[in-house]
């Protein structure tokens, strides 16, 4: 059982600030706008300062002790190294003294380490504050509630008013849904939100009488994600079902098994008869015209093959962390009109950018989630298990969505993308106010082992012989 760790009114702001922090960014168009990423920056600066308070207040520094945080501090170590002046430039058009650096564009490498630093911060809080049972089911509620309301509220602009966000912002380059100025971006937000409930319904932790409404919200997400259109949204939602029904059918018999699919197919049945009804045939018919969009910044295959130009004329340490579009115009082949920022496929990118040193820390980082993630499922606690095979799954979507866009660029889901990891780190623990019902709900299912059944049969046939 984890230490009793006393909950002082710093450390309740601390994580009500959490709270705040993943619906702010959301509400906030995502958070990509520089006055919005000034407040993020502000609300990261008040937790660290509460963090400090708390360590004088208490007498000791509370601070998580998971791995998972080497390599999101390890990239920022990266990006401050990519942009130190190796010796000076040649003489260019008269220009002098330009410093010699890994990074093609030190200054927005520079802002990359700045807010690295503070998604860290973000990071190390969350694992650190969430370190309550009742924290814990209070952060999951916030995450299924808010992913509610939200797709509520986007389904209801995409009807009464689909080019502009909460009536007010028009955007014309873009297509956008809900908060987000890009659909993609909400598709990837409802990801994670629906897979939390999911992974509660899956693993059986949904009190009988509470299932009705964790269905409607769970129905209400999956419809929202449909109605935006976004292809990759779409196989993301796909292969977390199949990751979910992975993970809950290990230990279950062949009847379990049929009845969770069974499951799932109905639940993908119902989202598409639902996009149908309320968006009619404009919303399954946006996966086609994305399809067949001319749009140069959109066009994967041809920015994806000048990315493998990029990555092979910048190995082994990277063109620069954030530098992605000034390393990928010189290798451009259309004329160079419109601008690509990002790859659309964050793998390719973190080679582009960060070059074999990237890769290992993106490899440590999925490697230690993962298998956190198969420990934190095995723990007894019905509830926290639940929790622990959610949030996983929810950023497994994460990541399989990475392949075709660059979501975890957006603020708003880095954020929310990390709060779901402290979720699968911090659910595999022991708490002193855990509801033990869940566990002697399991123990009263699992009292009878299968070797006790086997021993008992073969009594039950000499007896009878």
Sequence with gaps: ???????????????????????????????????????????????VVLWVVDSFLTGFFRFNKSLLQIPVIGTVIYALIQIIPFGTLAEIGGVSGIGRTISLEPFWTQMFALHFLALFFIFAASLTFLDSASRLRKMVLLITIFGFGFSFFAILQSVLSPTKIYGIYEVEYANPFGSFVNRHNFAAYIEMTIAVPLGLLFTGAIARDKRL????????????????????????????????????????GSGQIALKVGLAILLVAVLVGGSILIGGESSLTRFAETAVSNDITTNRTHIWNITLQVIKN????????????????????????????????????????????????????????????????????????????????????????????????????????????????????????????????????????????????????????
């Design 1 to 47: 059982m984890a230490k009793d760790i006393e909950q002082t009114l710093t450390s309740k702001i601390i994580f009500l600030l959490l709270t705040v922090c993943i619906v702010f960014t959301t509400l906030a168009y995502g958070t990509v706008h520089q006055p919005t990423i000034a407040l993020f920056y502000l609300m990261t600066a008040a937790i």
């Design 213 to 252: 409404i964790y269905l409607t919200a769970i129905g209400l997400m999956g419809i929202a994600l449909l109605l935006s259109g976004s292809r990759g949204g779409l196989v993301s939602l796909l292969a977390m079902l199949v990751f979910i029904l992975i993970l809950t059918n290990k230990s279950h």
């Design 314 to 465: 910048n190995l082994p340490f990277g063109a620069g962390i954030g530098a992605f579009a000034a390393a990928y115009t010189p290798y451009d082949t259309m004329n160079g009109i419109e601008r690509v920022e990002q790859a659309h496929n964050d793998y390719l990118q973190i080679l582009a950018d960060a070059g074999i040193v990237g890769l290992i820390l993106a490899g440590f980082f999925i490697y230690g989630l993962f298998r956190t993630g198969l420990q934190s499922i095995k723990t007894d606690n019905l509830y926290r298990r639940g929790v622990a095979v959610g949030a996983l799954a929810g950023c497994f979507a994460i990541l399989v969505h990475s392949l075709f866009d660059f979501v975890l660029h957006t603020t708003a889901i880095t954020v929310l993308f990390l709060t779901l990891v402290s979720l699968v780190v911090v659910s595999g623990r022991r708490f002193s106010d855990d509801d033990h019902s869940y566990e002697r709900r399991r123990s009263r299912k699992a009292s009878v082992t299968p070797i006790e059944q086997k021993r008992r049969r073969l009594e039950t046939t000499d007896e009878q012989i």
